[in-house]
Nanobody, 126 residues
């Protein structure tokens, strides 16, 4: 059974940091691209960042570029999203998802992912 478990969300003040983790089981991690998405209340889902577990190539949405860093530990089948300089507009439920492709995905928001995990809430207070 494929499972993606996101964790690490919480409440933080603006300017603070959080690190999200996505632990994956039940599929071949090494030939997949893992992505982070978020959905704020009343808004559509946004593709935030993704990483190819094969070659380490990454993608970031313009809204988080320079503040968020995605990384992968293939030995642990885990992908991390380090979020720095957080803003109130980063408040959302964050989801991780995976797709069987070694190519990093640049149209992440609209891309059809194969597997989804449950979300973790990130709340940034002003």
């Amino acid at each position: 059974e494929v499972q993606l478990q996101a964790s690490g969300g919480g409440l933080v003040q603006a300017g603070g940091s959080l690190r999200l983790s996505c632990a994956a089981t039940g599929f071949t991690f090494d030939d997949s691209t893992i992505g982070w998405f978020r959905q704020a209340p009343g808004k559509g889902r946004e593709g935030v960042s993704c990483i190819s577990s094969s070659d380490g190539n990454t993608y970031y949405a313009d809204s988080v570029k320079g503040r968020f860093t995605i990384s992968s530990d293939n030995a642990k089948n885990t992908v991390y999203l380090q979020m720095n300089s957080l803003k109130p507009e980063d408040t959302a439920v964050y989801y991780c998802a995976a797709v069987h492709t070694i190519e990093v995905v640049t149209n992440l928001t609209d891309y059809g992912m194969d597997y989804w995990g449950k979300g973790t809430q990130v709340t940034v207070s002003s």
